[in-house]
């Protein structure tokens, strides 16, 4: 496999380029910051770096409400000791007993991720800057971005920032009440203002196309509306997913709870039709991830630290359960439109690229080809680029890079697995060049419960 980007960064990246950022390669060579004209003469895009706004903003200490009230939280704190050790209790016998989360589906092993992103909050909140993003959604028809601000204030509040990529210019921001601990963000695939926040509790379902008659000179900040979608009490909702046909349908999940709940957002949130399925996956874990199959016909859910993948039946006659036992813990799924029907990546914790696997609930998962990152091993993850094209981007959590592929076509007459480039990144919108590989993979076959 030919890889030209290896033999450029086995040399010393400094000498070969001028400025401060690597702006990306053309014709063999790599470009910087101090060329960027030649650059984009010959056809190279030089993005600017998006800075969150408010990012002097420090968070409110913890402490500070319970300093106005000590006998009223210290009667408090007496009151929910006994119910903090059962809580407990009931989490050592579900780890001994799986089936105990069948009556009491939160009764999950804390994560080590969560407790550490709460460490950090802490942190962050006596430091000058102790913001930071927390999720990122591209609109799949429009080129805007949202992006998810933790302000590291003491009740986990959030605000949603709205980025048009074309004006280089923030559309609005979003903050309300229920926009506490939020871990996703979805955008519509058919309405192009409709934005779902996945907060503590449930859903907030933003609408940001004002009429003109309403919204006059005030900005779309003040003309949004919003409404709530209870899915779990108390509980972090921690993805989402919009079916893939219409749109109507909204699949919730949790990593601290075992339910997977799929909203009708047509009907209002306290309607009894609103809520059309609620299951548990699997007892092993929480859910880590979901994503809808092209038809609709399946739900493919990623359960949180297992070596699984659980595909949910959407049909009204029978709600099947597959499980498909996997040989890696898939970390992500995203769709791979453009090569067929139920085509999506998968990335996997300690193999080195990503997964192009055809998805079935009778045959399970068929592996036809694997891109090569080349330079990394392993990923952290995957994000679709554009609904057209067989491609996206992917990007790895401990080193802060990621990288963008592309796939083309599966020719209906040959048997081959389908071929792959990729390129790689970093945050600041570098880039750099790179090839992909084809492998041909077994299935993995599930057995329906």
């Not at 926009?179 to 058919?190: C, I, L, N, S, T």
């Not at 990593?255 to 306290?270: F, K, N, S, W, Y």
């Not at 739900?299 to 036992?325: C, F, H, K, W, Y």
């Not at 045959?363 to 067989?390: D, H, K, M, N």
């Amino acid at each position: 496999m030919y890889e030209p980007i290896r033999d450029y960064l086995e040399q010393d990246v400094n000498v070969l380029v001028s400025g401060e950022r690597l702006l990306g390669e053309k014709c063999g060579c790599l470009y910087g910051s101090a060329d960027s004209s030649q650059y984009s003469l010959l056809g190279g895009a030089v993005y600017k770096s998006c800075t969150p706004t408010s990012k002097d903003m420090v968070g409110l200490g913890s402490t500070a409400y319970y300093h106005r009230y000590p006998l009223y939280h210290s009667l408090r704190r007496l009151w929910e000791a006994p119910l903090r050790l059962a809580a407990h209790a009931v989490v050592a016998a579900a780890f001994l007993l799986p089936a105990v989360r069948t009556v009491v589906p939160w009764a999950l092993p804390p994560l080590l991720e969560r407790e550490a992103a709460e460490a950090l909050r802490r942190q962050r909140i006596a430091s000058q800057r102790p913001e930071r993003v927390v999720a990122v959604a591209c609109h799949p028809t429009l080129p805007v971005v949202a992006v998810v601000v933790d302000e590291a204030r003491s009740d986990g509040g959030a605000r949603v920032s709205v980025y048009d990529t074309t004006r280089e210019a923030w559309i609005c921001v979003l903050s309300h009440a229920f926009q506490r601990h939020v871990e996703d963000v979805a955008w519509h695939p058919g309405e192009e203002g409709l934005l779902a926040v996945a907060c503590e509790g449930g859903v907030l379902l933003w609408c940001l196309q004002a009429p003109e008659s309403q919204r006059g000179a005030r900005s779309l900040s003040d003309t949004a509306e919003a409404i709530f979608y209870r899915v779990h009490r108390r509980t972090r909702t921690g993805c989402l997913a919009f079916s893939s046909t219409s749109g109507q349908y909204l699949a919730c999940g949790s990593r601290g709870h075992t339910e997977l709940c799929v909203l009708d957002i047509a009907q209002p949130p306290h309607s009894d039709d609103c809520e059309l399925l609620r299951l548990s996956p699997s007892l092993s874990g929480g859910i880590e991830q979901l994503v809808f199959s092209d038809d609709d016909s399946f739900i493919v859910s990623l359960v949180t630290n297992a070596a699984a993948l659980v595909l949910v039946s959407t049909e009204a006659q029978g709600r099947m359960v597959t499980p498909v036992d996997t040989p890696s813990c898939v970390t992500q799924v995203e769709k791979a439109t453009g090569i067929g029907m139920n085509y999506f990546f998968l990335t996997t914790r300690g193999l080195e690229g990503v997964l192009v696997a055809r998805i079935n609930r009778h045959i399970g998962v068929e592996v036809v080809s694997l891109i090569s990152t080349a330079v990394f091993r392993g990923s952290g993850g995957w994000c679709a680029a554009s609904p057209a094209a067989g491609g996206g981007c992917g990007w790895r959590r401990r080193r802060g890079t990621c990288w963008c592929a592309t796939t083309a076509s599966r020719s209906s007459t040959s048997r081959s697995s389908p071929s792959a480039s990729a390129s790689w990144t970093s945050p600041d919108w570098r880039a750099a060049a790179g090839a992909g590989s084809a492998l041909s993979w077994p299935l993995w076959n599930g057995t329906t419960r």
